[in-house]
């Protein structure tokens, strides 16, 4: 490691896995993720949740008005389907067609925030996934268990054993991403399955359960799935920093007020999409492998979902000295609190785009 100044370009990042929420935080948070991202996969669990192409067309626009006049002129939200007992697979296929609907995602009801509308069991929907597997439309999962039973660090092995893993084996044509993994259970899907991709979060590479609860609960790095121990954090990094093209950026940004966060019983989620792309970055410095940065934050999502590359770049910078410091929260119209994840490597990277 060194402590000059580095500079490097890359094609412009992607987020294949956000939350940006409605009303007043869509508007809070999106110019966070526009600014940075070309595109980025918006997460259908809002009230009501996004069954429908119609419901999709709506939110999309809500989202490139929220986008703000910073927005990259190529900000291009991808707009997902809530996989429950409302899709109608007609309707799906169409709006896929048009251009309108990217794909569907599966919530296990209960695993996560606005999960109560998904399903008990993924096999059950083997008709809409076979359907969408002719179709090209990929399936995204919250691979996680809700069985009270089980000890909740391995809930996303568990999920993977008895729900995904037969549907992989079942529909093989099927593009399948296991969102935000956090165990090597779901490292190992992915590498077992060339169809099967993996979504890899800033927090989940960054932290383990004794940031989490050591010396204190921190509520602000409470999410879901949880993030696990230090040696599933570490598999997660190298795999991250590999080189696989099979493993790529998707921050799982996810707002919630302070108000949530700092209760007794605590939202999941954690809004990192200000310095989402620089808390990367320092974990790829670290690690000696920023040639790698590129193929992980720009290209290997894009290829994955059969997506253009980015032609468009940007320029990362690291400062030799901490001068910089970045705010750790943000307001939103109404004035609500949101603690931001990642102010520590922002004040070592810039970024901006290439013109």
Same mark, same amino acid.
């Given at each position: ?5 580095? !500079? ?20 809070? #948070? ?20 996004? !069954? ?11 989202? *490139? ?24 697979? &007609? ?8 251009? #309108? ?24 929907? +083997? ?12 399936? @995204?999962?919250?691979?996680?268990? !809700?069985?009270?039973?089980? =000890? ?5 092995? &568990?999920?993977?054993?008895?729900? @995904? ?5 079942? $529909?093989?044509?099927? %593009? ?33 359960? +004794?940031? *989490? *609860?050591?010396?204190?609960? %921190? ?16 598999? $997660? ?14 921050? =799982? +940004?996810?707002?919630?007020? *302070? ?33 790698? @940065?590129?193929?992980? /934050?720009?290209?290997?999502?894009? &290829? ?5 590359? +980015?032609?468009?770049? /940007?320029?990362?910078?690291? %400062?030799?000295?901490?001068? $910089? &410091? ?11 609190? #949101? ?10 990277? !810039? ?5």
């Amino acid at each position: 490691m060194t402590d000059e100044t580095i !500079t490097l370009e890359i094609a412009a990042p992607d987020d294949w896995h956000v939350h940006l929420r409605d009303d007043e935080m869509l508007s809070a #948070v999106t110019p966070y993720t526009a600014n940075v991202f070309r595109h980025a996969v918006v997460m259908p669990n809002i009230t009501p949740p996004v !069954t429908s192409t119609g419901a999709a067309a709506a939110y999309r626009e809500r989202v *490139l008005a929220a986008a703000g006049p910073d927005a990259r002129h190529d900000f291009t939200p991808m707009m997902v389907l809530y996989l429950n007992e409302q899709i109608v697979v &007609d309707d799906l296929l169409a709006g896929a067609a048009d251009g #309108v609907v990217f794909g569907a995602k599966y919530y296990p009801a209960g695993a996560t925030t606005n999960s109560a509308a998904g399903g008990n069991d993924l096999l059950a929907f +083997s008709p809409v996934l076979e359907a969408m597997a002719g179709a090209g439309i990929p399936l @995204l999962v919250h691979a996680e268990s !809700t069985d009270p039973s089980l =000890d909740i660090f391995d809930r996303e092995a &568990d999920f993977i054993e008895k729900q @995904l893993l037969p549907v992989v084996e079942q $529909i093989p044509e099927l %593009r399948v991403t296991v969102e935000h993994i956090s165990t090597r259970a779901g490292l190992n899907i992915v590498k077992d399955h060339p169809q099967v991709g993996g979504s890899i979060t800033p927090h989940h590479l960054t932290c383990d359960r +004794s940031d *989490l *609860l050591a010396n204190g609960m %921190r509520p602000h790095l409470y999410c879901k799935p949880v993030i696990n121990s230090r040696e599933e954090r570490m598999a $997660i990094a190298e795999a991250a920093t590999s080189g696989n093209p099979s493993f790529f950026f998707g921050t =799982d +940004s996810a707002p919630h007020p *302070l108000s949530k966060k700092e209760a007794e019983k605590v939202a999941a989620g954690i809004f990192n999409a200000p310095y989402a792309l620089e808390v990367v970055a320092e974990l790829f410095f670290e690690r000696g492998c920023l040639d790698r @940065l590129e193929g992980f /934050v720009s290209h290997h999502g894009a &290829d994955h979902y059969g997506v253009e590359r +980015s032609p468009a770049k /940007v320029r990362l910078t690291r %400062r030799a000295d901490t001068e $910089i &410091d970045p705010p750790e929260a943000m307001f939103t119209a109404d004035g609500a609190e #949101v603690r931001i994840f990642g102010a520590d490597a922002a004040r070592r990277w !810039t970024w901006e785009a290439v013109v």
